[in-house]
């Protein structure tokens, strides 16, 4: 299970970007674009990771920011929602930042981000999170 308080590490979110986190030079516009002869049997390092890896991310980052989200507000939580993040097993506070799954569970927004990241299912229930949200855009 993921821990929403971890110190900041290389992952996924770090593949659109040529540097590391907390890279001095990520601030700065990126170099300009060169083309480079690759030799037969090169591999791309694997920090930088294939093409169709980093569209699966980019997409999945796009359908993550139209989850809904909010601050947790400890005025009576439904048994629905519960009152701890399942996946840090931290119980909300009031004011904590938290996403909602169409499925109507919540997360604390850094952790159920990450989980999304390598499955695109909710934690608790396993529903596909990807099939509920692009049905509710009525892209069919």
Same mark, same amino acid.
């Given at each position: 299970?993921?821990?929403?308080?971890?110190?900041?590490?290389?992952?996924? %979110?770090? !593949?659109?970007?040529?540097?590391?986190? &907390?890279?001095?030079?990520? #601030? +700065? =516009?990126?170099?300009?674009?060169?083309? $480079?002869?690759?030799?037969?049997?090169?591999?791309?390092?694997?920090?930088?990771?294939?093409?169709?890896?980093?569209?699966?991310?980019?997409?999945? %980052?796009? !359908?993550?920011?139209?989850?809904?989200? &909010?601050?947790?507000?400890? #005025? +009576? =939580?439904?048994?629905?929602?519960?009152? $701890?993040?399942?996946?840090?097993?931290?119980?909300?506070?009031?004011?904590?930042?938290?996403?909602?799954?169409?499925?109507?569970?919540?997360?604390?927004?850094?952790?159920?981000?990450?989980?999304?990241?390598?499955?695109?299912?909710?934690?608790?229930?396993?529903?596909?999170?990807?099939?509920?949200?692009?049905?509710?855009?009525?892209?069919?």
């Amino acid at each position: 299970m993921g821990n929403c308080l971890k110190a900041a590490s290389l992952d996924d %979110l770090s !593949l659109l970007h040529d540097s590391e986190p &907390g890279d001095a030079q990520a #601030a +700065g =516009p990126p170099p300009p674009y060169q083309e $480079e002869e690759e030799e037969a049997g090169e591999a791309l390092p694997h920090s930088l990771g294939s093409v169709e890896e980093q569209v699966r991310v980019a997409q999945r %980052l796009g !359908l993550i920011q139209h989850l809904p989200h &909010g601050l947790y507000d400890d #005025a +009576g =939580p439904s048994e629905k929602t519960g009152r $701890e993040c399942v996946i840090c097993m931290l119980e909300f506070v009031s004011g904590d930042a938290v996403r909602y799954l169409p499925c109507l569970h919540t997360y604390h927004v850094e952790c159920i981000d990450d989980w999304l990241m390598r499955s695109f299912t909710c934690p608790s229930c396993m529903e596909p999170v990807d099939a509920a949200l692009l049905s509710s855009y009525g892209t069919g």
